[in-house]
């Protein structure tokens, strides 16, 4: 599908099980991942996939989007800091969706996140918009617009080793000390 334009109020404010387009493709997520329905899990996926960045989740492909589901689905049973990358197919943009320990996040940290993630993508400029739920991670999602046709080469977890590293805060230093 391509649509060309801008979304309505409705296409964001709406649920995603309201729309055509995205209802098919949550329903196939879903039914792919085959966990218990009704269970702890099942609803942590379409709670996942209901809050997926809207833009993202009209673009994106059902396989990205299964494995990106799964990924941030096992990232919330771990207290750790992971990316998630989605190139735009016209490399307009690389969206980035960090998940951090809520505790950890804070504006100073996500303007590290911003440069770190500016300066992989050689981006031109970075949209940001920032989940703070009642999960154990916070979710950071960054658009970092690309020279068209320009996204250089990148290795996404050497980006988040560096992302990681920005994060650590003293006492993360004070426990590895004291296991030594």
């Not at 949550?26 to 702890?40: K, N, Q, T």
Request: glycine content about 6%; aromatic content about 10%.
């Amino acid at each position: 599908h391509r649509f060309v334009g801008l979304f309505s109020s409705s296409a964001y404010a709406a649920r995603v099980n309201e729309i055509p387009l995205l209802r098919q493709k949550v329903a196939a997520v879903l039914h792919r991942a085959a966990l218990p329905e009704g269970g702890h899990l099942a609803k942590a996926l379409e709670h996942i996939l209901a809050t997926y960045p809207r833009d993202d989740l009209f673009q994106i492909g059902e396989d990205e989007l299964h494995d990106t589901a799964l990924g941030i689905l096992a990232a919330g049973e771990r207290q750790r800091l992971r990316l998630f990358l989605w190139r735009d197919p016209y490399e307009r943009f690389v969206s980035c969706l960090v998940y951090v320990p809520r505790e950890a996040y804070s504006t100073e940290l996500r303007k590290k996140f911003q440069a770190i993630l500016m300066a992989a993508f050689a981006g031109q400029r970075a949209d940001f918009g920032v989940l703070l739920g009642d999960m154990l991670l916070a979710r950071v999602h960054f658009t970092i617009r690309t020279p068209p046709g320009q996204v250089p080469a990148y290795e996404p977890r050497e980006i988040e080793a560096r992302l990681a590293e920005a994060a650590r805060r003293w006492d993360d230093e004070l426990r590895d000390a004291l296991a030594l």
